[in-house]
């Protein structure tokens, strides 16, 4: 299957990142490489490094940026200063996250992050580890529960958990609608009409399995201390978990002097670090919406480096 994915926001994130000719910049999820040409080819003596931990990924984006001034590099993003460094770069002046699962991977069947196709339940973006069904056949109720809640921020997480168990105990749980249909079966009948019951559970083993969060966080910091000063980093968030994330650690970045507002000067010599390139988040427009419903959820956040 070709690697398709109309790339979100691609507009806003050229323009966010304030692309100079001669830059370096990093794509951190190159996926189909949409976003990454459109980086390369403001380019002239500049360069990109364009990253992703899907091989399918690595393959097309090393196709389509072949002829542009770029390098298609197969890793987490959490590990960007490792690679860069083996690549002889300490600094950059631009770096994009476009966080998710991509229309690709939600499109390949084989893949198994969608609970409408039949499907081996994989979820593994990186085609390694553990995978969701690794996790529904083993992990206690306790442990499902909380990956339901904590990442799903389902509200009948104990009670879903709970059928899993007591299903896997007849037979395994092995493909994608065999466990959307066990969790529809624990959802009340009112809770079915808010979209599909299986979706945040779905959202939630996926996240877990490929330690999403774990490795957004770690890469926030690491990618900001990359930039040079005026570099700019943008990120693409599609649900509140990552976009609280983002939210708080750019405020971060953001924040001056910490001290109580009794002190009559400041003592602990804090200064703002970075700024934000848009006081509101920015999200897709009703031209947008209609030609890609996928883009509904998107967020960007922009944030340059002082």
């Not at 790339?7 to 692309?19: A, G, H, K, M, Y």
């Not at 976003?35 to 091989?55: C, E």
């Not at 442990?143 to 007849?170: C, D, H, M, P, W």
């Not at 990552?242 to 804090?270: A, H, I, N, Q």
């Amino acid at each position: 299957m070709e690697f398709n994915h109309k790339s979100v926001l691609f507009d806003e994130v050229i323009e966010s990142l304030s692309i100079k000719p001669d830059g370096i910049y990093v794509d951190g999820t190159a996926g189909g490489a949409g976003h990454s040409k459109g980086i390369a080819q403001k380019l002239k003596n500049g360069f990109l490094y364009a990253l992703d931990r899907d091989p399918d990924a690595v393959k097309t984006a090393t196709e389509r940026l072949s002829g542009l001034p770029a390098k298609v590099i197969k890793t987490n993003f959490k590990d960007m200063d490792v690679v860069l460094k083996e690549e002889g770069i300490d600094k950059v002046d631009g770096i994009l996250l476009d966080l998710g699962v991509s229309s690709f991977q939600l499109d390949t069947a084989e893949r198994g992050f969608s609970y409408h196709k039949e499907a081996p339940l994989d979820m593994r973006m990186s085609k390694d580890g553990i995978t969701a069904a690794d996790m529904v056949n083993t992990y206690s109720v306790s442990e499902l529960t909380e990956i339901f809640t904590k990442y799903g921020e389902e509200k009948f997480s104990y009670k879903i958990a709970q059928r899993i168990v007591k299903e896997r105990e007849n037979t395994p749980i092995e493909t994608t609608t065999q466990l959307a249909e066990i969790i529809a079966s624990a959802v009340p009948a009112f809770a079915r009409r808010d979209g599909h019951p299986a979706r945040k559970c779905f959202q939630a083993l996926r996240i877990a399995v490929n330690g999403e969060l774990e490795s957004l966080e770690e890469a926030i910091s690491k990618a900001f201390n990359l930039l040079n000063g005026g570099g700019v980093l943008s990120i693409i968030t599609f649900h509140s978990l990552e976009d609280r994330m983002v939210k708080l650690k750019f405020k971060e970045f953001c924040t001056g002097c910490t001290c109580p507002s009794d002190f009559p000067v400041c003592v602990c010599g804090k200064t703002p670090r970075g700024e934000l390139v848009n006081r509101k988040p920015i999200m897709a427009s009703r031209e947008e919406l209609e030609d890609n419903p996928r883009s509904r959820s998107a967020i960007l956040r922009a944030i340059k480096k002082l």
